[in-house]
């Protein structure tokens, strides 16, 4: 009843904020619930279709009047009672049905959480909203502009403008405590894996590596296979740790992964591999100087070139072959077509492909960038390798992206500041590190003239963030003044923000327009 | 040209954003030239009413037909040719007015500035236009909040994003220098006004020094005098330098010479003389750690408690004695009134008290609050110290802002945030020197307990920025929706931002009207 209050004040005060191009609002509820019914609902659904599917199907190989499926039921598993799936799923449908709906209602009308969508029949009012202070403390009345409807977070967005700034310390916390736990697992390998550590370790395999063939292949590719094995692990632990933020859209969150996984692969990867390759030979020299890290990665840098091209070649021979060629998915879709599809909806799912998955994709470019850029002086075979691994990026995953892929949601180009910050990043780390190697060699003294190159550059970058990355982070009002090819029916933008667990399948829907919105609806699209 | 093209682009862009709020826009233009006619009139008119007053005041006194004030004219100055004072200016006023106005005229049509002034008709239009993005690239269309008129910096108004930015850091830069340049005299100071440092320069004193109650005043005041009169040069050179910034509204440039002067006061004052006092004595203690400030500082911090209190002491008494009982300013009205004033106009403004003084007078009581608490514990009498100054000032500066200074602008309490971020790091100044001083003591091992008061101050700031001074420097948007006692004439709020230079004394105003505004006005007051 308080929120209630609470919230039909918050609706007078927008009413008189934006009298004339205030839409309506959509109160975000708690639907924790709602979603795990919904997608039990779902679950049986799918699982009716496919026993049905399964029926079918008998009627036409086996006898005419078919073998219905059947399917244990009970705590046991396969051990419980045998009965009809597609009764037993009709049931359970049935059953599930009403307690949806009863779900439903009282997730409107209980549920609100103190924290709502606002619809404006006008752009300019929407985007200087969603930059504007609302209440003079800042914490009782937060705006952001609202993501895509299939990239909000719904259960991120009740969170609390102080709870929010300290679960993002936390997770900078934890990811950084991960990323100096895995610095040790990887410092480890790629000492490890090396042709004559394997042999004294595995001496059983002596045999097998002493053949030529054998021996050329593992000794080029086996460090690279072992690291790209460990670095397929982390993404799904960052994504969630991304979410745990409170970020309340996907593509936000996709990014923070990005990110983090960027400070991981450019840390552990690149600095990692150079000081843990070399970490047995210069292990007194760390323990006697521990904060001269420049010189030390620069004097480590030219032992690991020949990994790290090889890791480049790798990613582009290997990686972009198997993307352009997709044999891995071909065979899990066959596989699953032959003995787990049976419905048209199921092949469907095992057809689609997927998002481009910028959480890893994006990181993996950047590491190969600062792998070029670092090694463009003293192994600078690295530029062509650099070079064919962008120009084939280009060309296969164009292809890709334009044909294959299905995006997933759409950022309006939000990942650029994030791109430029990090090829600005890998730029300076290079400038740093090519200085702290010429300081080693004979032209100490001139690397003096390369001083003034890491200054511009962060310059380059100061002035990069200032003049271009806000207006990605706000939509400019000149822009949103733009006229409209199409004008968009507001109904429908409101609509599109239902979460399918909330929609009535009931073609009135007349108990969601009573407890969604309250506010008769003002004004028209302007 | 160009520029008019520019502004009728923006205009129409203004109108196709605010469709419905868009008052009108006033160009800012290149003032200097009609300025500076501007000036010599006003001068003129001044000197001429003067001249008219004498020659009445020789005509009740002397003859009746009285005496014609006469001036000497000519570059030479006293060796000029004699002429009738009352004939010759009106002689000028009447060529420069002329002058005058063809300056005004030139300067409307071609001296525009890619800058103006917008109005609103619609203060929620006003305060989410400060706020938002406008144009995509940040650096082509910034916007602030306007400022009062009469707090407007014209020449700054002018300045270009990027060289905005230049200009803080190079003013930061100056600044940083003025503080370190500035440590040295006053180190020299605080070292040679001990009374026996004076008797040994300057011996022929002796006689006069070895009076018991002249020596006891001079030895408790000398070196405080000789510090504040120091102290009282540099608030000048810092709004010179806070202007040169490029801020454009005088409150904002006042704050900047309270925050710069207050790092001064602190700098050199409190550490300086902290330092400087026991700098003959620890010398050797510097050159050893240079770097263990806190320490030193703790150590030196008992040495000079004597100075601390009775520099607030001398503040209380000398400052708030001269403060309320305003002797200077009322000798010098009176002398000002015998000697130089003739005129009504030239009485009322040797009368006139002026401002409170923010940018020096917020600094001293910061310095007081941060001398108040660091002697809290080592010197406990400096809290009854700091009771008393603030008590009286209550008292003395209530009276004085509500009775006797005539405030020059309003800032509606920005300089809350401004003195809270200072209180709050004079707090934590306070906590980590006490937990030195602590560490230095028997009970060092107990001072870790005081390590969580300096995190907490840290947490306690950080929560006050982020939740409070948002609201000080973007109106809130239900702030600005609230209803309004009187609604303000929008053509009488244009006009007042006319600055007196350009706002012509004929009563159609005829090309101000063509020249300032081109838009046809649109919409009415909502």
């Known amino acids: 009843m308080r929120a209630k209050l609470e919230r039909n ?9 934006y009298p004339e191009t205030f839409y309506r609002s959509m109160v975000v509820t708690d639907n924790k619930e709602v979603n795990k019914i919904y997608e039990k609902l779902e679950g049986y659904k799918k ?9 079918d199907g008998s009627k036409k190989t086996g006898k005419p009047e078919g073998l219905r499926p059947t399917t244990k039921i009970g705590t046991l598993g396969p051990v419980g009672r045998k009965v009809d799936s597609i009764e037993h799923y009709n049931e359970k449908i049935k059953e599930l049905i009403p307690k949806l709906e009863a779900e439903q209602k009282t997730t409107l009308r209980e549920k ?21 202070l609302h209440a003079q403390m800042v914490d009782t009345w937060t705006v952001v502009e609202a993501p895509e409807p299939r990239q909000v977070i719904w259960s991120n967005l009740k969170i609390k403008y102080f709870q929010r700034i300290i679960r993002q310390y936390a997770v900078s916390f934890i990811v950084a405590l991960t990323i100096l736990f895995y610095m040790i697992p990887i410092g480890l390998i790629s000492a490890l894996t090396t042709l004559e550590n394997l042999k004294k370790l595995l001496p059983f395999l002596k045999s097998i590596l002493d053949i030529t063939p054998v021996k050329t292949v593992l000794e080029a590719y086996l460090p690279q296979i072992a690291l790209n094995v460990f670095l397929a692990l982390l993404p799904k632990l960052l994504l969630a740790l991304s979410k745990a933020e409170g970020i309340p859209s ?34 007194k020299s760390i323990g006697k100087e521990p904060n001269s890290i420049v010189k030390l990665l620069a004097s480590s840098l030219p032992g690991n070139a020949s990994f790290f091209l090889t890791f480049v070649a790798l990613k582009f021979f290997v990686g972009y ?19 787990l599809c049976k419905t048209e909806a199921e092949l469907k799912q095992a057809w689609f492909p997927g998002d481009l998955g910028y959480a890893t994709r994006i990181p993996g470019d950047m590491l190969v960038i600062t792998i070029a850029l670092c090694y463009s002086v003293i192994a600078p075979l690295s530029i062509p390798f650099g070079v064919v691994y962008f120009g084939l990026g280009w060309l296969v995953l164009r292809n890709q992206a334009l044909k294959v892929y299905v995006p997933s949601f759409e950022s309006y180009g939000k990942m650029w500041p994030h791109i430029n910050a990090r090829v600005l990043a890998a730029l300076i780390l290079f400038q740093v590190t090519i200085f702290g190697y010429l300081g080693l060699k004979k032209f100490s003294s001139r690397a003096l003239f390369l001083i003034p190159l890491p200054i511009l550059s962060l310059l380059f970058a100061y002035v990069c963030k200032k003049k271009f990355y806000r207006s990605f982070s706000d939509t400019a009002l000149e822009v949103a003044s733009r006229e409209l090819k199409e004008i968009p029916d507001m109904e429908s933008v409101f609509r599109s923000f239902i979460p399918p667990s909330l929609s009535s399948e009931k073609a009135d829907d007349d108990h969601f327009e009573d407890a969604l919105s309250h506010v008769s609806r003002i004004g028209s699209f302007a």
């Open 9 to 17: 004040r918050l609706i007078r005060i927008f009413k008189s904020i």
């Open 47 to 55: 699982k009716l279709a496919h026993a049905e599917a399964v029926y």
């Open 112 to 132: 609100q959480e103190a924290c709502a969508f606002a619809f404006f029949t006008n752009r300019v009012a929407a985007a200087s909203a969603a930059q504007s």
């Open 250 to 283: 996907v593509g936000h969150a996709v990014r923070a992964t990005s990110g983090k996984y960027f400070y991981f692969t450019v840390l552990n990867v690149f600095i990692g591999v150079t000081l843990g390759g070399t970490l047995f030979r210069t292990f």
């Open 321 to 339: 072959g198997l993307e352009l060629s997709r044999v891995v998915p071909l065979i899990i879709f066959h596989l699953k077509k032959k003995y």
